[in-house]
């Protein structure tokens, strides 16, 4: 009985912190996905660069044709989210 009674006390603790910082993990969420705090747009360069990559990835990968360009976007995309940059798009 007093093991229960202190997992209940423990629980009881513990549950407005959690949910304190559950609501703080989703405010900054939000906050963060704001346009004040936008992703920078990859230089063209660097988003050539990506697309040759992919494009040589899908080749080996032997991709279908009809599924090459949206596995080219995104490879892209997720390269570019790596980097920090904002995603396309289209190529």
């Given at each position: 009985?007093?093991?229960?009674?202190?997992?209940?006390?423990?629980?009881?603790?513990?549950?407005?912190?959690?949910?304190?910082?559950?609501?703080?993990?989703?405010?900054?969420g939000l906050f963060?996905?704001?346009?004040?705090?936008?992703?920078?747009?990859?230089?063209?360069?660097?988003?050539?660069?990506?697309?040759?990559?992919?494009?040589?990835?899908?080749?080996?990968e032997r991709i279908?044709?009809?599924?090459?360009?949206?596995?080219?976007?995104?490879?892209?995309?997720?390269?570019?989210?790596?980097?920090?940059?904002?995603?396309?798009?289209?190529?």
């Amino acid at each position: 009985m007093f093991v229960c009674t202190q997992r209940h006390t423990q629980f009881s603790i513990h549950r407005p912190l959690t949910l304190s910082l559950s609501a703080l993990i989703c405010s900054a969420g939000l906050f963060l996905s704001s346009p004040v705090f936008a992703m920078p747009s990859a230089p063209q360069a660097t988003v050539a660069d990506l697309a040759r990559a992919c494009e040589q990835l899908a080749s080996e990968e032997r991709i279908h044709s009809e599924e090459k360009a949206q596995f080219i976007l995104e490879c892209v995309n997720d390269q570019l989210t790596e980097l920090g940059y904002a995603r396309i798009n289209s190529l």
